[in-house]
Each structure stands twice: as C-alpha cells, then as structure tokens.
C-alpha cells in the first residue's frame, strides 16, 4: 500500500478520535466540572489534525483519482464525528 494512503488512513482516525474526546470528554469537563484546559489541550490537536486531513483529502484526490463530487464527501465527512471512519471504509 502506498505510503500517502498510509498515512491519511493515521491522520484520518487520529482526526476523528480527537473530535469525539473533545465533544465527548473534553466538552463535559469544561461545562459540568469547570476544567477548560482540556479543551485548549485536545482542541489545538484536533485542529492540527484537521488541517492535516483536509491536506491529505487533497492529496488522496490525485492518488485515487476522485471526483470532486468525492473529495467534497470527504471533506464534509471531516465534520461528522464518526465520518472519516466513514471515509476510510468506503473511499480509501
């Protein structure tokens, strides 16, 4: 398997775990137990790893020759809490 492909399908479950501890975990704990460092924390990861999958979307589109149909799915999927589990089943 190519290294690229690799690499998004890493990016791509670290992406979503880091979204569902922060609405998960991370959100709870700052509204319920008043401790917001763990969203400052967990939120600048998830942000990283967005961008990085967002890249990484871009770069699948030439190595999978997606439509841009595709690449807006996947795009889109970066912001459901489970899509780029989605993601990487069905497109990757």
């Known amino acids: 398997m190519n290294l690229s492909i690799k690499l998004f399908k890493i990016i791509s479950t670290l992406e979503a775990l880091s979204f569902l501890i922060l609405l998960g975990i991370a959100m709870p704990l700052k509204y319920i137990a008043d401790l917001p460092g763990f ?3 967990i939120g600048m ?3 990283i790893l967005f961008i990085l999958y967002i890249l990484g979307a871009l770069v699948m589109k030439k190595i ?3 439509s841009i149909q595709t690449l807006l799915i ?3 999927c970066s912001i459901l809490p489970f899509g780029p589990f ?3 089943r069905k497109y990757v």
């Open 39 to 41: 969203v400052s924390i």
């Open 45 to 47: 990861a998830h942000g």
């Open 64 to 66: 999978k020759k997606w």
């Open 74 to 76: 996947v795009i889109l």
């Open 86 to 88: 989605y993601v990487e």
